[in-house]
């Protein structure tokens, strides 16, 4: 399967975003809300510079504690994105994220941001295509 079949078949891809400028506290409110566990960080032209995640945050308020809270998006976000494309096969985003130790993966298409998918959702179509295609195998050899 292929990131860009990936995203249609989530849940019609509203994108949320933070800008740099943006705090802590905004976005923990944000991910609470939308039960999410990152955001992609844009710039004023809709450009992706960086990703922040529940980690890192967590890991912010072990080392500065609650004040951290009020600082901008942009002193903890992690700025090198590793990002797909619509073209990317979805199972090997599992080998990018695994090994990058990260869960959440934004999808780029000519420079425009179309989506984000997470461990789970490409977790989920994998083992999605696992049962179909069990219940193929079964068919087959029941004869149906
Ligand atoms: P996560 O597992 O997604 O909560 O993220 C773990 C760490 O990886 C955090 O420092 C994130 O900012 C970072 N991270 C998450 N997604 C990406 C990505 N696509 N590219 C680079 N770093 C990422």
Do not use: W, Y
Not at 71 to 96: C, F, H, Q, W, Y
């Amino acid at each position: 399967m292929h990131v860009r079949q990936l995203l249609d078949t989530k849940a019609k891809n509203f994108i949320e975003t933070v800008s740099e400028m943006q705090t802590l506290s905004d976005v923990v409110r944000r991910l609470a809300e939308l039960k999410i566990g990152a955001v992609v960080v844009t710039d004023g032209d809709g450009g992706v510079t960086g990703i922040i995640s529940e980690r890192d945050i967590v890991r912010q308020l072990a080392a500065k504690g609650p004040s951290c809270l009020s600082s901008a998006v942009r002193d903890t976000m992690t700025k090198n994105v590793i990002s797909a494309v619509p073209n990317d096969v979805a199972e090997d985003l599992l080998g990018k994220m695994t090994a990058g130790r990260f869960r959440h993966m934004p999808v780029i298409d000519d420079g425009t941001l179309i989506g984000i998918l997470s461990i789970g959702d490409v977790v989920k179509a994998k083992m999605d295509s696992i049962t179909a295609e069990n219940e193929a195998l079964e068919g087959m050899i029941r004869g149906f």
